[in-house]
């Protein structure tokens, strides 16, 4: 059966069609009770009568507008009633909820009724959403994400349907003017409430829809459909270039972090992507332009440095390789650890010293979080006499003839700051033998038994 016989508008779009799920499949709507959200609940009630499937209305009263909102309220439950569908209502303080979490009643509403829906979607089994955002609000959105500063993401706007809850959230009317879904309402004679909050231009949005928008359309008529339109030519390229994007994580991830070589011959726009990706992964953050453009300068950079990120995490460039690290109040204390055959774990770095007698080194891998060495040592003596211990100030190793101050040393083998102190070094009585990812002292005997020596770096996230 056509749309035309069920007398709905050209431009509307079922969430299931929307969500490529069978027709009879469930959906809840959120409600306001104002001319969208009532266009919508006629639509719906239409399609929901010739296909068969299970409609549920949803409704939250914010407490913020007093007995206009609880006006809304119970106008929403009285039309429910008419269609003869089930309506939920929650009541929520947005005010005090607001106060306590330290945000701003808007964004405070939004979390409040959408986590009302994934609530009721889960709990009943629901796998569709549908809300009544159309094209006015489609270019709102783009207007003001363009003004505020924002990728090609942000250019493409509220997408028909996501991911949402158990199922997808979708945006039957997002091809709809709002002036369309009014002589919707008028032509099918449909009631319904005005909130007056609208009209406060105090808002940003607000005032793009009350004074910006109807100028574009003067200008240019239909000036909301075209954006909406051109806002999902741009989604379609932000998909395909997303895609790219997780190629290059996927090209770039190493055993320890991201291969800076394969990030640098990337282009700059999906290095950036994939870098956003990366933190997003691996903090739960959204890097913002200034995160991006500081993990950019890690690429180019040819020696150890970092990168302040969200949420006290931390970006390291070290032995080639990009890592993620958590900021925390420890400090590594001086240690002195006996020398052993098997593992030692040093705390709190959580490096980690392996040694195996007779072990021949076969194969190296992993270079950039581990030091390999070889020794030729008579057993009674290393055993005896070496140990492990972090550095001291004026710590120095002879190499090629030459006492060479270690700081020097680690800066020169490029060791990360936040690694020289907490690096274990082999030292006898004489000072420092070994110095992992540096070099071994000059004039060791190379006779006797053979020692494998490694000295593991921690390749997960870490609190430093």
């Not at 109807?214 to 395909?240: M, Q």
């Amino acid at each position: 059966m056509t749309k035309e016989s069920f007398r709905l508008p050209s431009a509307f779009c079922a969430p299931a069609e929307l969500a490529h799920l069978p027709p009879d499949t469930p959906v809840l709507l959120a409600l306001s009770g104002g001319a969208d959200s009532r266009a919508l609940l006629h639509m719906l009630a239409t399609l929901s009568r010739e296909q068969g499937f299970p409609l549920t209305v949803a409704h939250v009263d914010h407490g913020i507008r007093g007995e206009e909102a609880r006006r809304d309220r119970d106008f929403c439950v009285s039309l429910a009633a008419r269609y003869g569908f089930e309506i939920c209502v929650l009541e929520a303080d947005v005010p005090a909820l607001a106060r306590a979490g330290g945000r701003g009643l808007e964004e405070e509403a939004r979390a409040v009724r959408y986590e009302y829906f994934d609530r009721l979607m889960r709990e009943r089994r629901i796998p569709l959403l549908a809300t009544a955002h159309h094209a006015d609000d489609q270019a709102e959105t783009v207007l003001f994400r363009l003004c505020r500063g924002t990728g090609l993401g942000g250019l493409a706007g509220i997408a028909p349907v996501r991911e949402f809850s158990c199922g997808s959230l979708t945006r039957p009317l997002l091809r709809m003017s709002r002036k369309e879904i009014l002589d919707f309402c008028t032509a099918n004679g449909l009631d319904y409430v005005t909130d007056s909050t609208n009209a406060d231009t105090a808002y940003a949005r607000n005032r793009i829809r009350a004074d910006v928008l109807p100028v574009l359309d003067a200008l240019y008529p239909g000036a909301a459909k075209r954006i909406t339109a051109t806002a999902d030519l741009l989604r379609e390229d932000e998909k395909l270039l997303s895609s790219l994007a997780e190629q290059l994580l996927r090209d770039s991830t190493a055993e320890a972090g991201l291969d800076v070589a394969v990030l640098r011959n990337a282009s700059v726009s999906l290095c950036k992507r994939a870098l956003a990706k990366w933190v997003k992964q691996g903090t739960g953050c959204e890097a913002e332009r200034v995160h991006l453009e500081a993990l950019m300068l890690l690429l180019a950079a040819e020696t150890s440095c970092e990168a302040a990120l969200p949420g006290d995490w931390v970006a390291v460039r070290e032995f080639g390789l990009l890592r993620l690290y958590q900021k925390g109040k420890s400090e590594t204390a001086p240690f002195c650890l006996p020398f052993r055959c098997g593992e030692t774990l040093v705390l709190p770095s959580g490096i980690r010293v392996c040694t195996e007698k007779n072990g021949k080194l076969t194969k190296v891998n992993n270079l950039s979080t581990h030091s390999y060495l070889n020794l030729n040592a008579v057993s009674d003596i290393i055993e005896k006499e070496f140990f492990w211990r972090s550095r001291k100030d004026g710590d120095v190793l002879l190499m090629r003839g030459m006492h060479r101050r270690l700081r020097r040393l680690y800066r020169e083998a490029g060791i990360p700051p936040r690694w020289r102190d907490a690096m274990p070094l082999l030292c006898d009585r004489e000072g420092i033998v070994w110095a992992p990812f540096v070099g071994l002292r000059d004039g060791l005997p190379c006779a006797g038994e053979t020692y494998l020596l490694r000295v593991e770096l921690p390749t997960e996230p870490q609190k430093v």
